[in-house]
T-cell receptor, first 114, second 114 residues
Protein backbone atom coordinates (compact mmCIF):
# COMPACT_ATOMS: atom_id res chain seq x y z
CA UNK A 1 0.00 0.00 0.00
CA UNK A 2 1.70 3.15 -1.25
CA UNK A 3 0.23 5.56 1.27
CA UNK A 4 -0.93 9.07 0.46
CA UNK A 5 1.08 10.36 -2.49
CA UNK A 6 1.61 14.05 -3.01
CA UNK A 7 3.43 15.67 -5.89
CA UNK A 8 5.42 17.58 -6.54
CA UNK A 9 7.40 17.51 -3.33
CA UNK A 10 8.76 20.97 -4.00
CA UNK A 11 7.22 23.64 -6.22
CA UNK A 12 8.59 27.07 -7.04
CA UNK A 13 6.35 29.67 -8.62
CA UNK A 14 6.78 33.32 -9.46
CA UNK A 15 4.28 35.81 -8.10
CA UNK A 16 1.16 35.83 -10.26
CA UNK A 17 1.56 32.27 -11.56
CA UNK A 18 -0.72 29.34 -10.80
CA UNK A 19 0.19 26.45 -8.51
CA UNK A 20 -1.40 23.01 -8.84
CA UNK A 21 -0.80 20.50 -6.07
CA UNK A 22 -1.81 16.88 -6.51
CA UNK A 23 -2.82 14.26 -3.97
CA UNK A 24 -3.55 10.58 -4.57
CA UNK A 25 -5.27 9.08 -1.50
CA UNK A 26 -4.53 5.67 -0.11
CA UNK A 27 -6.21 2.79 -1.89
CA UNK A 28 -9.74 2.39 -0.59
CA UNK A 29 -9.90 5.92 0.83
CA UNK A 30 -12.60 8.19 -0.58
CA UNK A 31 -12.22 11.10 1.86
CA UNK A 32 -9.51 13.71 1.25
CA UNK A 33 -8.42 16.66 3.39
CA UNK A 34 -6.03 19.53 2.67
CA UNK A 35 -4.04 21.40 5.31
CA UNK A 36 -1.57 24.27 5.14
CA UNK A 37 1.47 24.65 7.37
CA UNK A 38 3.00 28.10 7.54
CA UNK A 39 6.57 28.42 8.91
CA UNK A 40 6.79 27.83 12.66
CA UNK A 41 3.12 26.87 12.87
CA UNK A 42 0.99 23.76 13.08
CA UNK A 43 -1.16 22.46 10.25
CA UNK A 44 -4.35 24.40 9.57
CA UNK A 45 -7.36 22.74 7.96
CA UNK A 46 -8.40 24.04 4.56
CA UNK A 47 -10.93 21.74 2.91
CA UNK A 48 -12.54 18.29 3.10
CA UNK A 49 -13.71 16.50 -0.05
CA UNK A 50 -15.35 13.25 -1.00
CA UNK A 51 -15.42 12.02 -4.57
CA UNK A 52 -16.75 14.89 -6.72
CA UNK A 53 -18.07 16.79 -3.67
CA UNK A 54 -16.73 19.50 -1.39
CA UNK A 55 -18.00 18.69 2.09
CA UNK A 56 -16.37 21.40 4.21
CA UNK A 57 -14.36 24.33 2.87
CA UNK A 58 -14.49 26.44 6.02
CA UNK A 59 -10.69 26.84 6.09
CA UNK A 60 -10.21 27.84 2.47
CA UNK A 61 -9.32 31.44 1.64
CA UNK A 62 -12.24 33.01 -0.20
CA UNK A 63 -10.25 34.02 -3.26
CA UNK A 64 -7.66 32.35 -5.50
CA UNK A 65 -7.88 28.92 -3.83
CA UNK A 66 -9.94 25.99 -5.09
CA UNK A 67 -9.96 22.24 -4.63
CA UNK A 68 -11.45 19.31 -6.45
CA UNK A 69 -11.55 15.54 -6.15
CA UNK A 70 -12.84 14.16 -9.45
CA UNK A 71 -14.37 10.75 -9.98
CA UNK A 72 -11.16 9.63 -11.65
CA UNK A 73 -7.71 10.84 -10.75
CA UNK A 74 -6.08 12.67 -7.87
CA UNK A 75 -7.38 15.52 -5.77
CA UNK A 76 -6.06 18.91 -6.89
CA UNK A 77 -5.48 22.03 -4.81
CA UNK A 78 -5.21 25.00 -7.11
CA UNK A 79 -3.86 28.40 -6.15
CA UNK A 80 -4.25 31.14 -8.74
CA UNK A 81 -2.09 34.28 -8.92
CA UNK A 82 0.18 33.18 -6.11
CA UNK A 83 1.62 35.73 -3.67
CA UNK A 84 4.58 35.49 -1.29
CA UNK A 85 2.23 34.77 1.62
CA UNK A 86 1.15 31.52 -0.07
CA UNK A 87 4.61 30.06 0.56
CA UNK A 88 3.99 27.11 2.89
CA UNK A 89 3.88 23.35 3.10
CA UNK A 90 0.58 21.92 1.88
CA UNK A 91 -0.43 18.55 3.25
CA UNK A 92 -3.05 16.15 2.03
CA UNK A 93 -4.59 13.41 4.15
CA UNK A 94 -7.07 10.68 3.35
CA UNK A 95 -9.35 8.35 5.30
CA UNK A 96 -11.64 5.43 4.46
CA UNK A 97 -14.58 6.99 6.27
CA UNK A 98 -15.39 10.32 7.87
CA UNK A 99 -13.58 10.74 11.17
CA UNK A 100 -10.14 10.03 12.49
CA UNK A 101 -9.82 6.27 11.98
CA UNK A 102 -7.28 5.49 9.31
CA UNK A 103 -6.57 9.20 8.76
CA UNK A 104 -3.22 9.19 6.96
CA UNK A 105 -1.11 12.16 5.91
CA UNK A 106 1.09 12.56 2.87
CA UNK A 107 4.56 14.09 3.03
CA UNK A 108 3.41 17.45 1.78
CA UNK A 109 4.27 19.83 -1.05
CA UNK A 110 6.48 22.77 -0.17
CA UNK A 111 5.44 25.76 -2.24
CA UNK A 112 7.85 28.64 -2.55
CA UNK A 113 6.72 31.85 -4.22
CA UNK A 114 9.55 34.04 -5.51
CA UNK B 1 -14.10 27.16 18.66
CA UNK B 2 -11.38 24.70 19.50
CA UNK B 3 -7.86 25.82 20.40
CA UNK B 4 -4.75 23.82 21.20
CA UNK B 5 -1.80 25.37 23.01
CA UNK B 6 1.73 24.06 23.24
CA UNK B 7 3.73 26.39 25.45
CA UNK B 8 7.17 24.83 24.92
CA UNK B 9 8.56 25.82 21.50
CA UNK B 10 11.79 23.85 22.05
CA UNK B 11 12.97 21.13 24.38
CA UNK B 12 15.97 18.87 24.63
CA UNK B 13 16.66 15.62 26.46
CA UNK B 14 19.63 13.36 26.93
CA UNK B 15 19.48 10.02 25.20
CA UNK B 16 17.85 7.34 27.40
CA UNK B 17 16.25 9.95 29.66
CA UNK B 18 12.55 10.81 30.00
CA UNK B 19 10.91 13.97 28.71
CA UNK B 20 7.38 15.37 28.98
CA UNK B 21 5.78 17.64 26.39
CA UNK B 22 2.87 19.81 27.49
CA UNK B 23 -0.40 20.51 25.73
CA UNK B 24 -3.57 22.25 26.83
CA UNK B 25 -6.74 22.71 24.84
CA UNK B 26 -10.03 24.53 25.02
CA UNK B 27 -13.37 23.17 23.85
CA UNK B 28 -17.02 23.08 24.81
CA UNK B 29 -17.38 19.56 23.39
CA UNK B 30 -17.91 16.71 25.82
CA UNK B 31 -16.67 13.95 23.58
CA UNK B 32 -13.61 14.24 21.38
CA UNK B 33 -10.24 12.77 20.53
CA UNK B 34 -6.74 13.97 21.31
CA UNK B 35 -3.57 13.07 19.45
CA UNK B 36 0.15 13.51 19.38
CA UNK B 37 1.80 13.61 15.96
CA UNK B 38 5.52 13.51 15.21
CA UNK B 39 6.98 15.42 12.25
CA UNK B 40 10.62 14.54 11.52
CA UNK B 41 12.68 16.54 8.99
CA UNK B 42 11.16 14.41 6.22
CA UNK B 43 7.91 16.33 6.91
CA UNK B 44 5.86 13.14 7.18
CA UNK B 45 3.16 13.45 9.87
CA UNK B 46 3.32 10.29 11.98
CA UNK B 47 0.67 9.40 14.53
CA UNK B 48 2.31 8.74 17.90
CA UNK B 49 -0.65 8.20 20.20
CA UNK B 50 -4.42 8.69 20.35
CA UNK B 51 -6.74 9.24 23.31
CA UNK B 52 -10.53 9.10 23.40
CA UNK B 53 -11.90 11.67 25.82
CA UNK B 54 -14.54 9.39 27.30
CA UNK B 55 -11.86 6.87 28.31
CA UNK B 56 -10.32 7.70 31.66
CA UNK B 57 -7.40 5.34 31.18
CA UNK B 58 -4.34 7.05 29.75
CA UNK B 59 -3.20 5.73 26.37
CA UNK B 60 0.23 4.13 26.01
CA UNK B 61 2.23 3.00 22.97
CA UNK B 62 5.53 1.39 23.91
CA UNK B 63 7.80 4.22 25.15
CA UNK B 64 5.10 6.85 24.65
CA UNK B 65 2.37 7.57 27.19
CA UNK B 66 0.02 10.42 27.93
CA UNK B 67 -1.30 12.12 31.03
CA UNK B 68 -4.86 13.08 30.16
CA UNK B 69 -6.55 15.41 32.64
CA UNK B 70 -10.01 16.10 31.20
CA UNK B 71 -11.14 18.59 33.85
CA UNK B 72 -7.94 20.61 33.43
CA UNK B 73 -8.04 20.16 29.62
CA UNK B 74 -4.47 18.99 29.67
CA UNK B 75 -2.87 16.29 27.52
CA UNK B 76 0.87 15.85 28.03
CA UNK B 77 3.11 13.34 26.25
CA UNK B 78 5.81 11.43 28.09
CA UNK B 79 8.62 9.84 26.12
CA UNK B 80 10.65 7.30 28.10
CA UNK B 81 14.13 6.02 27.21
CA UNK B 82 14.54 8.77 24.59
CA UNK B 83 16.24 7.74 21.37
CA UNK B 84 18.02 9.80 18.72
CA UNK B 85 15.24 8.95 16.28
CA UNK B 86 12.77 10.76 18.53
CA UNK B 87 14.26 14.09 17.42
CA UNK B 88 11.39 15.84 15.63
CA UNK B 89 8.61 18.40 15.93
CA UNK B 90 5.74 17.12 18.05
CA UNK B 91 2.22 18.42 17.51
CA UNK B 92 -0.71 18.04 19.83
CA UNK B 93 -4.06 17.85 18.03
CA UNK B 94 -7.80 17.76 18.76
CA UNK B 95 -10.72 16.36 16.78
CA UNK B 96 -14.41 16.48 17.64
CA UNK B 97 -16.16 13.15 18.05
CA UNK B 98 -18.08 13.52 14.79
CA UNK B 99 -15.52 15.79 13.24
CA UNK B 100 -13.46 15.66 10.11
CA UNK B 101 -10.63 18.08 10.80
CA UNK B 102 -7.74 18.29 13.20
CA UNK B 103 -6.97 21.37 15.26
CA UNK B 104 -3.22 21.46 15.78
CA UNK B 105 -1.02 23.27 18.28
CA UNK B 106 2.07 25.18 17.14
CA UNK B 107 4.41 22.34 18.00
CA UNK B 108 7.37 21.55 20.23
CA UNK B 109 10.75 20.94 18.66
CA UNK B 110 12.40 18.08 20.55
CA UNK B 111 16.11 17.36 20.26
CA UNK B 112 17.57 14.18 21.73
CA UNK B 113 21.21 14.72 22.66
CA UNK B 114 23.61 11.78 22.38
Amino acid sequence: NAGVMQNPRHLVRRRGQEARLRCSPMKGHSHVYWYRQLPEEGLKFMVYLQKENIIDESGMPKERFSAEFPKEGPSILRIQQVVRGDSAAYFCASSPTRGNYGYTFGSGTRLTVV
Amino acid sequence: AQTVTQSQPEMSVQEAETVTLSCTYDTSESNYYLFWYKQPPSRQMILVIRQEAYKQQNATENRFSVNFQKAAKSFSLKISDSQLGDTAMYFCAFMKHEGNQFYFGTGTSLTVIP
